[in-house]
């Protein structure tokens, strides 16, 4: 399993980013993962779930991102996105990409966002 998120950079308060995280894997196939998620770690702080997509395209998001963040699944093309709208400074932080499958982590390298006031 490889997974590389890309996407971020440097925007203003109440702008839009859209991260995308290309999955490589053979083993699950793609489409029996049971969970893709995103993860938030902001400088000095603890790496935390922000979103997640389940197998069956159920969706969960971290309260502080409810109504701003969007994931999505793309199983054609192996990749997954987080859309994220009125972005806030707090956002500031590395984003990682993760699949969680029969009890498993995988982690791939994250991208950084800040988000400027």
């Known amino acids: 399993v490889q997974l590389q998120a890309f996407g971020g950079g440097l925007v203003q308060a109440g702008e839009s980013l859209k991260l995308s995280c290309a999955a490589s894997?053979?083993?699950?196939?793609?489409?029996?993962?049971?969970?893709f998620r995103w993860f938030h770690q902001p400088p000095g702080q603890m790496r935390v779930n922000v979103a997640g997509?389940?197998?069956?395209?159920?969706?969960t998001y971290r309260d502080s991102v409810k109504g701003r963040f969007t994931i999505s699944r793309d199983n054609v093309n192996q990749m997954v996105y987080l859309q994220m709208n009125n972005l806030k400074s707090e956002d500031t932080g590395t984003y990682y990409c993760?699949?969680?499958?029969?009890?498993?982590?995988?982690w791939g390298v994250g991208t950084q966002v800040t988000v400027s006031s």
């Open positions: 993760n699949i969680l499958h029969q009890g498993m982590n995988y």
């Open positions: 894997i053979r083993t699950p196939n793609f489409v029996d993962v049971e969970w």
């Open positions: 997509i389940s197998s069956a395209y159920e969706t």
